[in-house]
């Protein structure tokens, strides 16, 4: 979810139902140098939370550092990720190369669990080859290290998004380990939300590409409420996650930021795609807006509805360089 869950898109899924949202993932390294665009992902608002904010490293020392400021920026859980299969992560030892890694990816867990007094969960996949089983002898151990849970994404790094995910590994770590554990990979309706819960014995399901412009999966998969919103709900939602997103990162970060989710959410057949197509090329927000409320006017009404019902939260904000939360 790096390049999406952004406070924007964190506060939208809180609004739709989610239990616990989580950040994007931040930069251990970045955090330690005071690298002022990392610094911005500690930006937390009161009515995101409950909050896990996700770090990556390789090193026990700078990640325990980065926890401690990661915990004094509000944080309710220091997430730490295992997971990331993307090369520019992985090269530096961090991400799924951990999993192949266990003495290293321990002694982080008990750095970090050592250096804050909030909850400390993992985010792993099953390993880095595909048929990999590395996460059922890794995970009990990182338990054993100060995990309060773990989340597996039982698809290989080798694999990212593509093929299946392959659940049975979530029941068999289940039964491995005395903590709750999350299930994630390929939650995209409530009812494959019930069948991962009752085959694996997961306390919980993580949803994550499901909800990209499209918090109603969220809706769906807690309530069962499948009706496809209006055209004005969705022009509504989007316009307002554009808005807060301006809020975050400032205009000119916002404007390329927010190209991709046009797409993701007025697809689903909502828009014609040659409408989804246009919004991309409009070089300035004000333009977007203009054009998604003329092709849905209701929206207007919709939108100052959820405005006002929007929590106005004080922001909990790390004493460190703050431009970068104007996009100055």
């Not at 190369?97 to 290293?104: F, I, W």
């Not at 819960?197 to 109603?216: D, E, I, K, Y």
């Not at 509504?236 to 205009?251: K, P, S, W």
Request: charged share 25%; with cysteine; proline share 4%.
């Amino acid at each position: 979810m790096a390049g999406v869950s952004v406070q924007a898109f964190r506060r939208q899924g809180r609004r739709f139902g989610a239990g616990l949202v989580c950040s994007e993932m931040v930069s251990c390294a970045g955090l330690q140098h005071g690298n002022e665009r990392t610094l911005g992902y500690l930006r937390i608002a009161s009515d995101e939370r409950p909050l896990a904010v996700q770090i990556f490293g390789a090193e026990p020392a700078v990640m325990a550092a980065a926890a401690r400021m990661v915990e004094a920026a509000g944080a309710d859980i220091v997430d730490i990720n295992f997971g990331c299969p993307v090369r520019k992560v992985t090269k530096t030892g961090a991400g799924a190369t951990l999993l192949d890694d266990p003495e290293r990816a321990c002694r982080i867990v008990d750095a970090v669990a050592s250096a804050v007094s909030v909850p400390v969960s993992v985010k792993m996949r099953r390993g880095l080859e595909n048929g990999s089983r590395s996460c059922l002898s890794v995970g009990p151990r990182l338990v054993e290290a100060g995990a309060s849970t773990l989340t597996l994404h039982p698809r290989s790094a080798r694999q990212m998004y593509t093929g299946s995910a392959d659940h049975s590994l979530t029941a068999e770590l289940v039964s491995r380990v005395d903590v709750p554990e999350v299930a994630s990979g390929a939650i995209t309706s409530r009812a494959r939300a019930q069948a991962v819960l009752a085959t694996t014995g997961a306390a919980g399901v993580m949803v994550g590409r499901a909800a990209q412009g499209n918090p109603w999966a969220l809706r769906e998969i807690l309530d069962g409420d499948g009706v496809e919103p209006s055209r004005e709900e969705v022009v509504a939602e989007l316009i307002m996650f554009v808005r807060e997103t301006v809020r975050e990162l400032g205009e000119t970060r916002a404007t390329g930021f927010l190209r991709k989710f046009y797409g993701w959410y007025l697809g689903h057949g909502r828009f014609p795609r040659a409408f989804k197509a246009e919004l991309t090329q409009i070089e300035t927000l004000e333009e977007v807006e203009r054009r998604l409320l003329a092709a849905a006017p209701g929206a207007r009404f919709v939108l100052a509805r959820l405005e006002e019902e929007l929590p106005q939260g004080d922001e909990v904000l790390l004493d460190l360089p703050i431009s970068i939360y104007g996009g100055g």
